[in-house]
């Protein structure tokens, strides 16, 4: 039986922004891999995991008054756009990618 996905949202606003879009970062990966892989199940699993994190993190950008929750909206935004684009645009793809990855490298260096 699979139990769905719900991150601790007192846990996660406690952490950066940096480390909260880094693992963001992580289901946006997964999901465009197995969207690549033709694995519906999987990305879709990905999706629903990314769009949990998405809203605890504008959820606590908001509770904090922080104008950084117009960016991660819009970032779900153009996300969900082109994981659900059927046309795969591989490129654009590729450049969210990169985009999110931005926040993982930057986590990591934080630490």
């Given amino acids: 039986m699979n139990v769905p996905y719900a991150v601790d949202r007192e846990r996660w606003s406690k952490m950066s922004i940096f480390d909260q879009m880094g693992n963001i970062s992580s289901e946006v990966g997964r999901s465009f891999s197995a969207k690549r892989r033709r694995d519906d199940a999987g990305c879709a699993q990905a999706v629903g995991r990314a769009i949990d994190l998405f809203d605890a993190t504008v959820s606590s ?12 909206l819009r970032a779900k ?17 590729e450049s969210l990618e990169r985009y999110f990855m931005q ?9």
């Fill in 77 to 93: 935004e153009v996300y969900l756009s082109a994981i659900y684009d059927e046309t795969g645009q591989a490129e654009d793809n």
């Fill in 61 to 72: 950008l908001i509770a904090n008054k922080s104008i950084r929750s117009k960016e991660v």
């Fill in 103 to 111: 926040y993982a490298v930057a986590a990591r260096l934080n630490r």
